[in-house]
């Protein structure tokens, strides 16, 4: 299995994966380089009105995973 490389900002990208198995839907074993051409922010996709994953939320600009009701 090829090793995952992550820039810090991928977390935070509308194209990343949070299953873990792929870095993102452009770049699957993650960006070339130290950035990515096609970063888009998730604060400027979700100010547009997009999807949020399921247990996620944004609070205060960033997205944060929401606590667990178990």
Known sequence: ?????????????????????????LYPSGPVGDRCADFDAIVEVAAEGHWVPEGWAFERGELLPRPSAH
């Open 1 to 25: 299995m090829p090793t995952l490389r992550k820039l810090p900002q991928c977390i935070n990208c509308r194209y990343h994966d949070l299953s873990g198995h792929l870095v993102c839907a």
